[in-house]
Nanobody, 123 residues
Framework: QVQLVESGGGLVQTGGSLRLSCAGS????????IAWFRQAPGKERDFVAA????????HFADSVQGRCTISRDNDKNTVYLQVNSLKPEDTAVYYC????????????????WGQGTEVTVFS
């Protein structure tokens, strides 16, 4: 079991950048693959990025490919999502999620979720 807390969201102008953090506690963090999902108002939750348990592999949604990096520091029990060249369509609540297996693009395959951090991109 692991508890997740996201931080780093906020208001940012189009073209700006944000680094979101997902801090884990209560479990052996390195045994969990971590993913970021986002949910815009009135829309379904979408996959953004994922990183494997030891950070060896990463996956990104087409919508953020080339603008986004994901990394993890298992000593600090934290995963980071850096999003650059932000667009208004990136506006959403961003959630991190964990599963004690390999990465997945599917939200229902993740067992643990944070409460989310809100990102608003204005032009």
């Amino acid at each position: 079991q692991v508890q997740l807390v996201e931080s780093g969201g906020g208001l940012v102008q189009t073209g700006g950048s944000l680094r979101l953090s997902c801090a884990g506690s209560g479990g052996t963090f390195s045994t969990f693959a971590i993913a970021w999902f986002r949910q815009a108002p009135g829309k379904e939750r979408d996959f953004v990025a994922a990183i494997s348990r030891l950070g060896v592999s990463e996956h990104f949604a087409d919508s953020v490919q080339g603008r986004c990096t994901i990394s993890r520091d298992n000593d600090k029990n934290t995963v980071y999502l850096q999003v650059n060249s932000l667009k208004p369509e990136d506006t959403a609540v961003y959630y991190c999620a964990a599963r004690p297996r390999g990465t997945s693009f599917l939200d229902h395959e993740y067992d643990y979720w944070g409460q989310g951090t809100e990102v608003t991109v204005f032009s």
